[in-house]
C-alpha cells in the first residue's frame, strides 16, 4: 500500500512539473509581448495560483522523505 502512495504522489509531482514548465514559457512570452492574442491575464493568474497549489501539497507530501531522521 505504501508503494501505491509512493507511485502516486510521484505522478502528481511528475504532472506538477509539466505544468510549471509550459506556464513559466507562456508567462516569459506574455512579459515580453503583452497585447499577445490568447494570452489573458486573469486565466494567467487563475491558472498560477492553481500551481502554486500543486506546489503546495507536493511539498507537504514530498517533505517527509527529505527530513533528517534522529538517531
Excluded at 510521484?10 to 509550459?22: K, R
Excluded at 497585447?35 to 503546495?56: P, R
Aim: glycine share 2%; net charge positive; hydrophobic share 55%.
Amino acid at each position: 500500500m505504501n508503494t501505491l502512495k509512493l507511485i502516486g504522489k510521484i505522478i502528481l509531482w511528475i504532472f506538477t512539473v509539466f505544468l510549471i514548465i509550459p506556464y513559466s514559457m507562456a508567462l516569459f512570452m506574455k512579459f515580453e509581448e503583452p497585447h499577445s492574442k490568447n494570452l489573458n491575464t486573469k486565466e494567467f493568474i487563475i491558472f498560477g495560483i492553481i500551481l502554486l497549489v500543486l506546489l503546495f501539497i507536493n511539498h507537504k507530501l514530498f517533505s517527509p522523505y527529505f527530513k533528517n531522521k534522529k538517531s
